[in-house]
T-cell receptor
Framework: GAGVSQSPSNKVTEKGKDVELRCDPI?????LYWYRQSLGQGLEFLIYFQGNSAPDKSGLPSDRFSAERTGGSVSTLTIQRTQQEDSAVYLCASSPSGRWDTQYFGPGTRLTVL | GDSVTQMEGPVTLSEEAFLTINCTYTATGYPSLFWYVQYPGEGLQLLLK?????DKGSNKGFEATYRKETTSFHLEKGSVQVSDSAVYFCALNENTGNQFYFGTGTSLTVIP
């Protein structure tokens, strides 16, 4: 079956512009996670959704970052007024109900802010 | 707070060599521990996991034992292959499902 997909795969933007990153989880997966992977760094947790709700937003690095999930499926991560330090690979993962310990990762979106 | 520390790479080994990648953790509770692998050009995928102390996770010839006394979850393989070349990430979750803590990753290259 189809895995987690993310779009775009690469995004180059200018400092100060807004960007939207999309994640399509595996159909039926109730939990969805966003991570950021910066060069030389591990995966940094950003936000977690259970259904359409985000009970844990503690990882969002600033108020320029926001995320939403609609219909218990697609999620969008929005970064406003991008900065160069936002350059990273943004990863999305999903997991089925009751199986939070098994995450399925997408290929990521590589964001470059010039 | 919770954290994971893994040995820095990159690691380069000859085929059939023994592999150890060290991972230690800090947690407030009794977490589950994981190893994820990222092959070149692919997304992360779960390699193995252990949910309680003294459990051993294993998959594809890789093993890791959950050591509560040393707060460690070292990854081992007795004989690596070229196809094992990848980046390996250690991770933990406090069994809440909410947040995973990942290490910085260790790049492994196996040469023929």
């Amino acid at each position: 079956g189809a895995g987690v997909s993310q779009s775009p795969s690469n995004k180059v933007t200018e400092k100060g512009k807004d960007v939207e990153l999309r994640c399509d989880p595996i159909s039926g997966h109730t939990a969805l996670y966003w991570y950021r992977q910066s060069l030389g760094q591990g995966l940094e947790f950003l936000i977690y959704f259970q259904g359409n709700s985000a009970p844990d937003k503690s990882g969002l690095p600033s108020d320029r970052f926001s995320a939403e999930r609609t219909g218990g499926s697609v999620s969008t991560l929005t970064i406003q007024r991008t900065q160069q330090e936002d350059s990273a690979v943004y990863l999305c993962a999903s997991s089925p109900s009751g199986r939070w310990d098994t995450q399925y990762f997408g290929p990521g979106t590589r964001l470059t802010v010039l | 707070g919770d954290s994971v520390t893994q040995m820095e790479g990159p690691v380069t080994l000859s085929e059939e060599a023994f592999l150890t990648i060290n991972c230690t953790y800090t947690a407030t509770g009794y977490p589950s521990l994981f190893w994820y692998v990222q092959y070149p050009g692919e997304g992360l995928q779960l390699l193995l996991k252990a949910t309680k102390a003294d459990d051993k996770g294993s998959n594809k010839g890789f093993e890791a034992t959950y050591r509560k006394e040393t707060t460690s979850f070292h990854l081992e393989k007795g004989s690596v292959q070229v196809s094992d070349s990848a980046v390996y990430f250690c991770a933990l979750n406090e069994n809440t499902g909410n947040q995973f803590y990942f290490g910085t990753g260790t790049s492994l290259t196996v040469i023929p």
